[in-house]
């Protein structure tokens, strides 16, 4: 019987069929005969759910904390991190998500003084790099990320501190002002337990959460070979099932929204914080 991670929920209905293993799942053997996975929703939060074959899900738990050797088979984390460094700001998805970021910020916790940022997930490192860069280098920064490939390539930039581990609410992670989770929800089978461990890496009275998953709309309005909907994915999130789950982690919910980003990607965002930091410094000035 399904039961929707975010919410508890029962009751779903199909989004969409997919009838061929993914790259990741042909990597490891997945047969593309009789092969079946399906996207469904959740009638009660309306977060969409992956429901991948039994022997796929059993063997992509292996991949899961080093897929760029898959992701980057051919390529180098290096390359791609330069080429998408030397995007115009007006095309780069990390450009957008760092001004928003950024005015955020400026607007709500003028009293952060040495902000201590920590990006869960950093990936290429681009998000943070672009943040370094725009804030000239006066806050705190630290990426954490479990793949040792991208760990070097991080490392190698010396532009923030960068922990190589897979974050589990480690406790000599803690006391930031401003934790951001960017494309790494989407990736989490329960989102909620591993929110409750992020919380703890917070302070509580000058803390900030930022969240940035797929739109649930992608299975909608893109195709279904597209990255986003591939197995790797364990769920998708529209307005109402974000904010529910930040809201039932125990944050208060400051302000959700999707977003069409220049790579064309559907995404949806969100702030929230400890209600202890909202009880001190109230909502962000317009
Ligand atoms: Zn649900």
């Known amino acids: 019987m399904f039961r929707c991670a975010l919410c508890s929920g029962q009751d779903v209905r199909e989004l969409l069929l997919i009838d061929h293993p993914d790259r990741f799942e042909q990597s490891i053997?997945?047969?593309?005969?009789?092969?079946?996975?399906?996207?469904?929703?959740?009638?009660?939060?309306?977060?969409?759910?992956?429901?991948?074959?039994?022997?796929?899900?059993?063997?992509?738990?292996?991949?899961?904390?080093?897929?760029y050797e898959v992701d980057f088979m051919g390529s180098d984390i290096g390359e791609?991190?330069?080429?998408?460094?030397?995007?115009?700001a007006g095309k780069s998805d990390n450009a957008g998500r760092v001004a928003r970021v950024m005015d955020f910020v400026r607007r709500w916790s003028g009293?952060?003084?040495?902000?201590?940022?920590m990006d869960i997930?950093?990936?290429?490192?681009?998000?943070?790099?672009?943040?370094?860069?725009?804030?000239?280098?006066?806050?705190?920064?630290?990426?954490v990320?479990?793949?040792?490939?991208?760990?070097?390539?991080l490392r190698q930039l010396e532009k923030f501190a960068v922990v190589e581990a897979m974050y589990l609410g480690q406790t000599d992670l803690r006391g930031f002002n401003l934790v951001t989770l960017n494309k790494v929800l989407e990736h989490i089978e329960q989102p909620?337990?591993?929110?409750?461990?992020?919380?703890?890496?917070?302070?509580?009275?000058?803390?900030?959460?930022?969240?940035?998953?797929?739109d649930k709309l992608t299975a909608r309005l893109r195709s279904p070979q597209d990255n986003i909907?591939?197995?790797?994915?364990?769920?998708?999130?529209?307005?109402?099932?974000?904010?529910?789950?930040?809201?039932?982690?125990?944050?208060?919910?400051?302000?959700?929204?999707?977003?069409?980003?220049?790579?064309?990607?559907?995404?949806?965002?969100a702030f929230a914080a400890p209600a202890e930091s909202?009880?001190?410094?109230g909502l962000p000035h317009e």
Not at 80 to 86: A, E, G, I, L, Q
Request: proline share 6%; hydrophobic share 40%; aromatic share 8%.
């Open 145 to 153: 990320e479990p793949d040792p490939r991208a760990a070097a390539h």
């Open 278 to 281: 909202v009880e001190k410094k």
């Open 111 to 117: 009293a952060f003084s040495l902000p201590r940022i």
């Open 192 to 214: 909620l337990p591993f929110l409750l461990q992020v919380i703890q890496s917070l302070v509580p009275e000058d803390g900030l959460l930022y969240v940035e998953v797929p």
């Open 80 to 88: 791609k991190y330069h080429r998408v460094m030397s995007m115009p």
């Open 29 to 67: 053997g997945i047969e593309p005969k009789d092969y079946r996975r399906s996207w469904v929703e959740c009638l009660q939060c309306g977060g969409a759910t992956n429901v991948l074959p039994e022997e796929s899900s059993f063997r992509l738990k292996k991949l899961r904390s080093a897929y």
């Open 229 to 269: 909907l591939g197995s790797l994915h364990c769920h998708l999130y529209d307005l109402t099932s974000l904010g529910q789950l930040l809201r039932r982690a125990g944050l208060e919910l400051m302000c959700v929204n999707r977003v069409a980003e220049p790579s064309g990607k559907l995404s949806v965002y």
């Open 121 to 143: 997930g950093a990936g290429t490192g681009v998000f943070l790099s672009r943040l370094v860069d725009q804030t000239g280098g006066a806050w705190h920064y630290l990426g």
